[in-house]
């Protein structure tokens, strides 16, 4: 049974080059269902992991300051999703599926050229793809953002924001950006169940 570790900062760089250079990432698919009826899948959200010795597994997210600082996004970005578009269009019932993507990558021109071509043959095919951003990414990004998912609407892709209300912060991005929909944070959740329990 694969397990995650926890990596030291040291041998980060060298797991971000053999991750670039092999082109060697795992996903995995965790379905998220309708609230009040688990039975409807209302997509499926993408898990990136990185093997990282034998029969362990390491969350991509702990590469990503590294691979930010490098300026490397767009590379790590464009791997994971080319993997997720070599899966069989029958991978995913219903097809559509949610990915986390950093905002820096869609500064890159050539990622977004490539990228908005992809999305165009997803949407000929008929899976849509929901971009997860996380709050505090969205409002240092938020023009970026919202002109991203002006041209990916039309496709029928949406964008979505996750971990909604981690910060102390005012609300009013929201109307501005138009999210198709919020995952408010965990810590929230729990926190309505224990004062309810």
């Not at 309708?34 to 991509?60: C, F, M, P, Q, Y």
Request: include cysteine.
């Amino acid at each position: 049974v694969a397990t995650t570790i926890m990596v030291g900062r040291n041998d980060w760089g060298e797991l971000l080059e053999t991750v670039l250079s092999q082109k060697s990432v795992i996903l995995h698919a965790q379905p998220t269902v309708a609230r009040g009826d688990r039975k409807t899948i209302v997509h499926h959200e993408i898990l990136t992991r990185i093997h990282h010795g034998e029969g362990r597994h390491l969350s991509a997210g702990a590469l990503l300051p590294l691979a930010e600082q490098l300026g490397v996004m767009p590379a790590l970005d464009r791997i994971i999703l080319e993997h997720i578009f070599a899966l069989p269009s029958t991978r995913f019932t219903p097809p559509k599926i949610a990915i986390n993507l950093s905002p820096l990558s869609l500064t890159d021109e050539e990622f977004t050229t490539w990228l908005f071509a992809q999305l165009q043959r997803c949407a000929d095919t008929g899976l849509q793809l929901s971009f997860e951003f996380p709050e505090f990414r969205a409002m240092q990004h938020l023009g970026l953002l919202k002109t991203f998912a002006e041209r990916i609407r039309p496709m029928g892709h949406t964008l979505g924001i996750d971990h909604f209300g981690q910060g102390l912060t005012h609300f009013g991005y929201l109307h501005s950006l138009m999210p198709d929909y919020v995952k408010i944070d965990r810590a929230i959740t729990n926190e309505v169940h224990t004062d309810q329990g």
